[in-house]
């Protein structure tokens, strides 16, 4: 497994894409701007969040859609799509057009659960059958099936002049291998890693009854217990998300910003919140000689090699450009990684 002396191998970054409501247009090309430079930048990858009823990206298989005609290296993924909102087989054919679209470069991280605030969204969203929706593992696994070429009909054949196929079309034979769980508990980690996806981590985790209250602590055990349970064993991927905010190159006004947004954020770090118990990761922030010290010294950092560094909520686009700019030219060096190949 790798540790603190070995590089980092893929450097990804995740954004939330917010936007005004009463003018979104800007706010969405902003998001498909920074993807851009992204890729010149060399990142590996580039993640979207997902947002509904809210002023962040709704539909982000739609908005990485475009991103694949503007980008022709950097991968494309969500973190994460909540599957309780989707109809599996409709999102199975989505996420396989986007991945032709784009190459073989999607890679769609899910989770699952009834959808947020789902008393006030359920007569919307299910107005006929709220009470019988599956909103457990078994939403995934269908998915998987479609996205696997799995039977969706016991149709294949001609009816008049239409041909029909059985499975999902488009098929993109390597779009399975390439979806992820977002998982923040140790029932997640291992489910994950039964079913032979890769696992994204998150700066949000569950402290079990009774169990450690140390994030980093808490996060480790996900991820050896994803490990553990998957067919690849110590080779099974894993991604850590953290908020991560380089200072080497901003200014003294947005350092100033940049301390306060982690300062306001900090109290809910200190122990387990709410009934479920989430506990939060202090955001990181400083140079990027003080940040990859603080990386090495984080025990589940030290046993992964990708990451996709969170972008923070509320900042504005040049405050971006600044992060993703000192991430890849000097935070990412710092730990070993080198950029991408030349577009």
Known sequence: M????????RLGFLTIGLFDGADPGPGHESTLAVIELGEQLGFD?????????QYGISSPVAVLAAATQRTRRIEL?????????????????DLATVDVLSGGRLNPGLSVGPP????????ALYPDT?????????RIERLLSFVRGEPASPFKGTAGIEEFSERVEPHSPG???????GGASTRSAQWAGEQGLNFLTSSVVKAEDDGPTDFAEIQLGHVRAFRAHHPDGDAARVSQGLVVIPTDSATPAQRAKYTAY??????????????????????LIGTSEQLAEQLHAHAAFREID??????PFSFAHEDYVQILTDLATHLGPALGWRPGGPL
Request: net charge negative.
């Open 130 to 138: 709220a009470e019988v929706e599956d909103f457990s593992y078994a």
């Open 175 to 181: 779009l399975a291998s390439r979806l992820w769980y």
């Open 116 to 123: 947020m605030r789902w008393d006030d969204v359920k007569e």
């Open 306 to 311: 990708e990451v996709a560094f969170a972008l």
């Open 45 to 53: 990858s580039a993640w979207l969040r997902h947002r509904h009823l």
């Open 77 to 93: 993924g969500t973190a994460v799509i909540p599957v309780g909102w989707e109809n599996p087989l409709r999102l199975a054919e």
């Open 262 to 283: 982690v300062e306001s954020r900090l109290a809910r770090t200190a122990e387990p919140q709410g009934p479920a118990r989430l506990l939060f990761s202090p955001d």
């Open 2 to 9: 790798p540790t603190s002396s070995q590089p980092l191998r």
